[in-house]
């Protein structure tokens, strides 16, 4: 008997102008509209078909949570950076419009926590450029084909990859960059595809990266992560069409080889996986054998309340999801707009879980991803000399300060780890360095 492959819907996208008049379409506001078309001269947007269908309640926009998520605000910009962009275009000046957007977009600080400076290879004879290696064990892999995603959430620290600025791209020219540089470093045990998202990559240039890994001589990598949103923005990826078997079947062969196989799914919102597309999606995915984690920042408008994730969290975990980090918003790109106080963040990570069974407690938060590694807020204590952030790293350059218990004085108003100071003389030395 001859299987029948199902045909893949046909993905399109809008972004630019068409993005301006879909938002114009769909509300009937003008403002809404020409927000659009002022914020995204500066920060990329861009949604796909399926997103705009499935996930928007458009009689509740602006207000919906899935287009705070996905659509301009004329918020995500200060009011002087707005009202210079509206000029230039108002003028029609091409060039002075060019330079007012370039400057915005290098006081957006494109690429936070160190990571040009830090994390990309630098001493060695290949050119490192797509590849950051920040953490002993782990290697993140930029494949110049998947520097792109099928929508762009509004909040993306990564942001930079997807403006027209070479300068500002992270991305590898081959699969033979990343084996090199894993031959020099048998200390790698996990590499993370990321970008963008991989999986808008045709299959057969996924295996380019994946199949390599599989060879005696990269026997020391155990662990294979992909950083992805197809789920939300695109479930046809693997439901659907000759590429959908191809990459669950390349999966499956991971994951039969011995590798421990990890999609790191992006869901910010329970709509994201209210829709049959979307949890079919996520039961072929968990078939392969591969283990579905989940991550996402905590930002206002669009999950800035404990009963959202309690809900994001618990459908998760009634997909096979394993809830794994909520992060901070890092200090990049729209944060003005979604940023929170790190201790409002701690308020909803804790509303979120007291609710929970062990299970959606496997989620660790707050979690800053900032330039000496991942620092955990536990808590607000009381000390001697007043209130205290309780804070740990999860991951850190210097894998000596992993774990070990330190403190931060309270800042209602902080909501990065460079506006924290150390509590005392003992804490200072989590605090050294210009690196922060």
């Known amino acids: 008997m001859t299987l029948t492959v199902e045909s893949e819907p046909t993905l399109r996208t809008i972004s630019g102008r068409r993005l301006r008049d879909l938002v114009l379409d769909r509300t009937g506001d003008s403002s809404l509209a020409h927000e659009v078309d002022v914020v995204s001269q500066v920060l990329p947007f861009k949604v796909s078909s399926y997103v705009v269908e499935e996930l928007i309640d458009w009689g509740q926009a602006p207000e919906d949570a899935m287009y705070r998520l996905l659509f301009p605000h004329r918020d995500m910009l200060p009011p002087e950076d707005f ?67 099928h929508s762009y959430c509004g909040y993306c620290f990564r942001w930079a990859q997807f403006v027209d600025r070479s300068d500002l791209r992270l991305a590898v020219s081959g699969p033979e960059v990343m084996t090199q540089h894993l031959l020099r470093h048998p200390e790698v045990t996990d590499v993370l595809l990321t970008g963008g998202d991989p999986l808008v990559m045709r299959t057969e240039l996924i295996e380019q990266y994946l199949r390599p890994l599989l060879r005696p001589e990269h026997e020391h990598v155990q662990t294979v992560r992909i950083g992805t949103k197809a789920v939300s923005f695109w479930p046809h990826r ?72 309690a809900r994001l969290w618990k459908d998760q975990v009634r997909n096979g999801i394993v809830p794994y980090y909520m992060f901070v918003e890092r200090d990049t790109g729209a944060r003005r707009y979604f940023g929170l106080p790190l201790a409002r963040a701690l308020e909803i990570y804790r509303g979120a879980v007291k609710g929970l069974s062990g299970l959606g407690r496997s989620a660790r938060g707050p979690v800053m991803s900032a330039s000496p590694g991942k620092v955990a807020i536990d808590g607000v204590v009381q000390l001697h000399q007043g209130p205290a952030f309780a804070l740990r790293f999860l991951q850190h350059r210097d894998p000596e300060l ?30 050294a360095g210009a690196a922060r």
């Open 83 to 149: 009202a210079a962009v509206e000029q230039a275009m108002r003028e029609q000046d091409r060039a002075g419009l060019r330079a007012t957007v370039d400057g915005i977009r290098d006081r957006l600080n494109p690429h936070p926590g160190d990571q040009l400076a830090l994390n990309v290879p630098q001493s060695e004879d290949t050119d490192g450029w797509g590849l950051q290696h920040k953490y002993h064990e782990t290697l993140l892999v930029f494949p110049r084909q998947g520097q792109t995603c």
């Open 402 to 431: 992993v774990g070990r218990p330190f403190h931060a004085v309270f800042d209602p108003v902080a909501q990065w780890w460079d506006e924290l100071r150390p509590y005392s003389e003992h804490d200072r030395e989590f605090f």
């Open 238 to 309: 693997v439901l659907a069409g000759q590429q959908a078997e191809d990459l669950l079947t390349l999966l499956s062969q991971l994951v039969d080889a011995g590798k421990h196989v990890a999609l790191m799914l992006h869901l910010s919102h329970p709509a994201e996986l209210a829709t049959d597309a979307a949890r079919r999606a996520l039961r072929r995915l968990a078939d392969t054998g591969a283990v579905l984690r989940s991550q996402a920042p905590v930002v206002r408008h669009v999950n800035d309340d404990p009963d959202v994730w």
